[in-house]
């Protein structure tokens, strides 16, 4: 099968972590045997204009793994004008797509990752081609409210028309539907896909302190300041532990103040960004992934983690409830340091309890990529198939 996936944002490059899941699923879709295509307009903040050394607009094509890749750079120019951004990205998605068709033919199907504005524009471009299209829904910012009426008006018309509603955990889909009164969507969960590259190689546990690890962008929503306040709690049990922290973000410089006026300077870490292909080596450094957040879409790193055989302590956030199970680690309630303490104390006393092998057998045969590219290619199926039944009646 023919599939021209459409993202409302995708990685620039294979070592970008935005949108690296798109690309995961992209990969593991083709690899499952299917011809796949990306086309990506990629609108960049104006605040970064003067940090790039080349501020022009950048057109680039690339065979990414057997995923034919179409990407446009332009700058955002519009962000408090209705419409302007969407209309900036339409005109981008136009131009890929027309390239894209030229040169390997008109897609069976369009799957468009998150609605704004990837799964608006899908939906047009399916109906000029009569074929069906699907969106899967990713963005949290339905869980902030941060969208505009307008937005969330053509956000919904677009959940309306499309062949397929898909989200990553079953939370968004009812968080959604209760932010649209009148809409009337049957939504289906498939997870986001995790890489072939998280596999386990944890064959003894490490030894010395309990290494706790925090993988997220370092923003309030992530809850990471709950985190060293519970891993206070923890020191201060008496447990032999250190917290280590990858990402970056504007609340990093507050999180350092943070370390060092609770005391935590000889048990704290912070490792900056991670490099998607850095992520398996370093979850074999550490023994427990520890999720702090106050409210996720899904938690791709709670999966990543199993997968490498590493027990996880989570928020009941939204997305973690769907992927930790008994025998995987524990769950606590969000924005509850002590709460969040109990859970990783918990988890540290039973330690070489866990069953690395068999939390990584587990979590492959729920969320590996050969998975997910079964249950959306059962979808897309009976799609295109419905779609040409449905041309037949017409004629």
Known sequence: MHILILPSWYPAI?????GVFFRDQALALSKYGHKVGVVSPQLKSLSTIFKSSDAKEISLFENDGGVLTYRIQKYALLPKIPYGNYYI????????????ISENGVPDIIHAHSAIYGGVVAKE???KLNIPFVITEHNSGFARKVFANWQLEIAKNAFD????C?????NLGSLISKQMPGINIMWQ???NVVADRFNINKNHKQKGAVRFLNLALMTRIKGQSDLLKAFRKVINSGANAELWF???GPEKAQLEIEVKSLGLEKHVRFLGMIEPNKVPNLLNKIDIMVISSHYETFGVVAIEALIAGVPVVATRCGG??????EGDGELVSPKNPDSLSRGMLKVMAKIDQFEPDKISKKATSRFSGNVIAKQLTDIYISLVNNKVTSNKLKF
């Open 189 to 191: 969960w498939v997870p």
């Open 125 to 127: 471009i399916a109906r």
């Open 14 to 18: 294979a070592s970008d972590i935005t």
């Open 161 to 164: 028309c499309a062949d397929s």
């Open 166 to 170: 898909i989200t990553v955990s079953p």
């Open 89 to 100: 990205f339409k005109n981008v998605a136009k131009k890929l797509v027309k390239q894209y």
């Open 246 to 248: 990858g990402g970056n």
């Open 320 to 325: 973690p409830e769907c992927i930790v199970e």
